[in-house]
């Protein structure tokens, strides 16, 4: 009976994790994808066809023959959507190759620092996120602006003579997602870097090894599992970022986050809106994919 009870609690707990995807991924996944395929119409909501599953088999089958792939000709056809997937994909990479560089130092430091300082500097990193995404993005705002704490800062010291124009600019979208997903990279960097065996260092020292060479032909390898995972979670939300462009960006950012919300909001078009966000979807797929073969290389190593 202990057996049996056991077994059915194994299952549960399978189970979970996929009821969990099935209903906040797989259907709201499944309703978008169907709009995608659908076509605009003066009605509320603003796409036909619609189709319930209490009109029957026939009905669905003859709506689900109106189906086509039009709205995903029309956003691959379009250079301008096509220019906001490559802006979103090229930022998202430049802060993510940022946030690499700057956020290894700094777990590097946390992880070699006295065991008893460690939660402090993690609680410093994450400190940020005790307060609102939004009023955080704002903040930049007056940091950036041509009046703002940096020009007169940079005024100051002499070190420019007239203001900079950062604000609404790629630049500041791209430190705004830098400054915003930075823990995101120290974490994982911390969780890899931490673990290290220290041994393999002196191992490397002993075999003759600089600081600098055991480090580039140590350290960074057994910490590219944080790396790897560190890029994944700054890059994903960063192509699909939102916020961040529209109060950090000029007219010139056209992240396909804005994209998205423009086609929903101010042209009404679900449809055109749905298919790009399917698209965004494939798009994000592709790293996630690399990052699966990595680990089934590395498993297939060991």
Same mark, same amino acid.
């Given at each position: 009976m202990a057996l049996d009870r056991r077994g059915i609690f194994n299952k549960v707990t399978v %189970?979970?994790? #996929?009821?969990?995807?099935?209903?906040?991924?797989?259907?709201?996944?499944?309703?978008?994808?169907?709009?995608?395929?659908?076509?605009?119409?003066?009605?509320?909501?603003?796409? %036909?066809?619609? #189709?319930?599953?209490?009109?029957?088999?026939a009905a669905i089958r003859d709506k689900l023959a109106l189906l086509d792939l039009d709205n995903y000709a029309f956003v691959l056809g379009d250079w301008l959507y096509v220019y906001s997937y490559l802006q979103s994909v090229v930022l998202a990479a430049i802060a993510t190759v940022i946030l690499v560089i700057a956020g290894y130092p700094v777990a590097y430091a946390i992880a070699r620092s006295p065991r008893g300082w460690r939660p402090i500097l993690l609680l410093l990193v994450v400190l940020p996120f005790f307060t609102s995404f939004l009023i955080r993005v704002y903040a930049w705002i007056g940091i950036l602006s041509r009046e703002g704490l940096l020009n007169e800062l940079l005024l100051s010291l002499g070190v420019i003579s007239t203001p900079l124009e950062i604000l609404s600019t790629n630049v500041a979208v791209v430190i705004g997602m830098v400054y915003s997903y930075f823990p995101f990279m120290v974490l994982p960097l911390y969780a890899a870097l931490e673990k290290m065996d220290d041994s393999l260092l002196e191992a490397a020292a002993d075999l003759g090894a600089t600081p600098a060479r055991a480090f580039w032909r140590v350290t960074v390898p057994v910490s590219m599992p944080g790396i790897v995972a560190g890029a994944l979670l700054c890059f994903i939300p960063a192509v699909g970022e939102f916020v961040i462009p529209d109060l950090l960006g000029g007219s010139d950012t056209q992240m396909i986050?804005?994209?998205?919300?423009?086609?929903?909001?101010?042209?009404?078009s679900w449809t055109v809106s749905s298919a790009l966000a399917i698209l965004i979807l494939l798009v994000l797929l592709v790293p996630i994919l690399i990052y699966q073969r990595m680990q089934l290389r590395e498993l297939e190593h060991d």
């Open positions: %189970a979970v994790p #996929f009821l969990w995807l099935a209903a906040f991924f797989l259907l709201p996944f499944l309703i978008v994808f169907k709009i995608s395929l659908s076509d605009d119409a003066v009605a509320q909501p603003p796409y %036909a066809p619609v #189709f319930h599953f209490s009109e029957g088999w986050g804005r994209t998205v919300w423009n086609e929903f909001a101010n042209n009404r």
